[in-house]
């Protein structure tokens, strides 16, 4: 009860706006949590309406704590919020701020101090032996990998000896002084006595949404990173466990999508683009505390069968089903790349 009144408290311009769903010049017919489900939205304004109602309904059974923003954008590009919870309350962004490494990374390689395709040391004691992510398994060491490979590996499978790698070109104090010059005085690693090495730190909803809009929007990175960044987080190897559970593997592709998880966390933030690569909805979810449940299988459960993740689940399916028929005119267009199955060869 008091997890609900939270969020119903919370819900900012997303509770007026679920507070005038009855009212003149709105879908009145839909009345029921199906009917609204069934609802293809028309308009930006009726996309807003949609996902306030099922964000409330949907962490309101989950439980927990959480601080999100949700913002999708008009016709003329201008992006007004659909939910708005908490948003400035500092959290762990665990590996969601994965997102902001990966920028601070590439802001280097687009002032030419180090190249996608310069190589890292992949020594045994750099590795991570945690079972998340690749390198752990490689079991042969030492090894090289790129950049490239790094942030790749960094992105899709989340793995976390990929950070220490990006520390080996980009250390934390340095990093942190990256992000606080492009804005991001909340979105910050914290340093270990290893120059070299971090952990994932903090951030804000509000925050990390900015990173993203100002992301698609090409005020941080160039234009070649920029597309690199967001093809990788497109793609079918990135995260598939919440928004993206409930799409199939095109809907996929106009979903960049990082999640991070660690302790109580859940965590989770991207961009929905619609069919012509536009970003229209942009999210940034970040919950923990007590969930809906039993409490000791929550505790080391980090996939899609966790409440918060089952929330962002069926919240997915409303922000891609709230793309299809509205669009925006800016920023400019990021189109998916198809996919094409292979078997060998």
Partial sequence: MDINRRVALGLGSAAA???????????????????????????????????????RRETGWAGGTWSSYI???????????????????????????????????????DRGLITLDQRIDVTAAIVIQD????????????????????????????????????????????LNEILRGKGFVHTQVVPVANPNRFFLGTTTARETY??????????LLSETSTAHLLKVLRSLTSFTDGVRLNLSSAERLNVATKAGWFADGRNEAGIVFDASGRAVITYALFASGRFAGDQAANADNYSA???ALRARAA???????????ITTSRP????AQPYRAANGG
């Fill in 17 to 55: 706006a679920g507070a005038v769903l009855g009212t003149p010049g709105t879908a009145q017919a839909q009345e029921t949590d199906a009917e609204w489900d069934a609802l293809i939205p028309t308009t930006a304004d009726l996309a807003r309406r949609k996902i306030a109602r099922k964000y």
């Fill in 71 to 109: 913002g999708v954008a008009d016709p003329d590009g201008v992006v007004r919020p659909a939910v708005e919870v908490e948003a400035d309350r500092v959290v762990e962004a665990y590996s969601v701020n994965k997102i902001a490494v990966a920028v601070a990374v590439l802001d280097k390689v």
């Fill in 131 to 174: 079972t998340d992510g690749i390198f752990g398994l490689d079991g042969a060491y030492p090894s090289s990998v790129t950049v490239g490979h790094a942030l790749a590996a960094l992105l899709t499978v989340s793995d976390n000896t990929a950070v220490r790698l990006c520390g080996l070109v980009c250390p934390a104090l340095e």
């Fill in 210 to 219: 900015t990173l993203l809009q100002r992301l698609v929007k090409g005020e």
């Fill in 305 to 307: 069968t966790h409440p």
């Fill in 315 to 325: 919240l997915g399916r409303t922000l891609y089903d709230s793309v299809l028929r």
């Fill in 332 to 335: 400019r267009a990021y189109e």
